[in-house]
RNA sequence: CGGGGUGUGGCGUAGUGGCUAACGCACGUGCUUUGGGAGCACGAGAUCGUGGGUUCGAAUCCCACCGCCCCGACCA
């Protein structure tokens, strides 16, 4: 069936990326739909994934100092209407309860969007004195928003996630927050999931409703639209303001604390699944593989069967204690009774970095044929070799998808002057422009409205440069980071 | 919610008023196979989205409803 033998069965990532996007969530068992539209079962080949960035996050999260607590899925409709412009962005996407045991309730309940106003509620009592402060906690739990359009993993109207809610005595130790939560994302987008990523604030327009300021992490997907990978909110003391919590300082004032709130979802396993993947399927970083090598027995007659399973075993039993960077090698004997192309295409659709075959030549040589998935190199080790070298390679090749996702990103990302320049680049190349913005909101409303374009955040990393801006032409101190995204 | 599609075994489709609803993939059993998705044989599997109507006869025509997909507005 396939003229060149390599997996055929899913859509071509260049012709057809949202086909080819949809196929491999399914094929390669990751998610399927559920019965309620727009809701998403996430089977044991995706869950693996979302459970190894979930527990690298907590771990980071932990080490700064955060408990993780829950709070209920339910929350009062008086309460979520608190705080003004929280209920103003949530409202068309909230789920609600109204009947309970047969009956209309009193007060409707609604399925928790984000929990905020919930929590800033709950613990107005546990906070009295500066010394209750810095409160910082964490939940994972699942939110639900009413989108009208959804994409497995990417924007589904349940989804999985973390959030972490703080409330400090200063505004500065809460800006260092907001600061720390985004740097747990950056390091498990980078170094976890080898996704690079670009930091910055976000513009008034895409601020989290009820918030001061929001700080944002975007990534580059493999069809150079951007992917916002995690927030981080400064929420001032607009929700503890709502909920009327007070403590008494150190000077005997009593103040409203500061808050904070970040957030990192199911969506980051979409965005892994597009930043690395390529017309085979997926191209998994070996910190989140749920399997980092697959071997594959290959013999015809009973004897040659023999001497490669007893090879396949040795091997297997010398990388029993193996330890990678992300823990014990993740190691599977394909023994499956099919054909090894078959077993080939199998794997290579779901991302498995290195795939070791050993035929009856390898078995009476004492070796085996190592193949990485991300560019198909072909290597012969000896099986000695290999618990020394497959920690080595699969660092290696965490690396270099990084490197190569980093150089992506680079070779597409654009400087660019005047919105003429700017359509004409978004259209030829797509991916980032950077422009300069005078920072006003009609400015950035008219990008998006002719070319789709939103300011995905004011870059960080990008320098004060004075400049004019692109639409009105009016004085710009920075440069905004554009991308039509997800 | 506006515009456009579509609904037939698990998946992809054919069938557009007439006999027992057809084919490919997948699935089960057996034999032969196995270094890039193996072959043959036999087999199981379908209230044709739902309800109503027209007709001697409906997967096929009509009406209503429901679901799903794509494009827009909302969004982690």
Redesign the pocket.
Known sequence: ??K???????ARQSDDF?GWY?DVVR?AELAD?SP???CMIIRPYGYAIWESMRDELDRHIKASGHSNVYFPLFVPRSLLEKEAEHVE?FD??VAWVTHAGGEALSEWLAIRPTSEALIAESVRDWIQSYRDLPLLMNLWNNVV?W?????L???????L?QEAHTFHATEDEAADEVATGLDCYRAVAQDWLAIPVVRGVKSRA?T??GAVYTW?IEAMMRDRRA?????SHMLGQNFARAAGIEFLDRDNVRRHPYGTSW??????VGATIMAHGDD?GLVLPPNVAPLQVVIVP????EEE?VA?MAAVERVAASLAGVRTASGPLRLRVDER??????????W??RGVPF?L???????AADQ??L?RRVD?A?ETLPLAALPDELPRRLADYQAALFERAVGFQEANTHRVETLYEFRATLEEQGGFLLAPWCGDAACEARV??ET?ATIRVIPFDEPAEAGRCLVDGAPSERRALFAR??
């Open positions: 069936m396939p060149d033998g390599f997996v055929t069965s899913i949202a949809n094929k739909y309620v539209r727009g962005g068309p996407q928003r989108e009208l359009r959804t994409r993993f990417l924007r589904t109207a349940e989804f996630w895409e989290f409703p944002a992917l916002q990978a995690g927030t957030g990192f979802s199911t969506r980051m085979a290959i013999f015809r007659r069967r490669v009774d099919e054909t090894p192309g078959f077993k080939y295409n199998h290579e659709l795939r075959e050993l035929g009856p030549r390898d078995a085996a044929v193949v198909r072909k998006n409205a789709g995204a997800y």
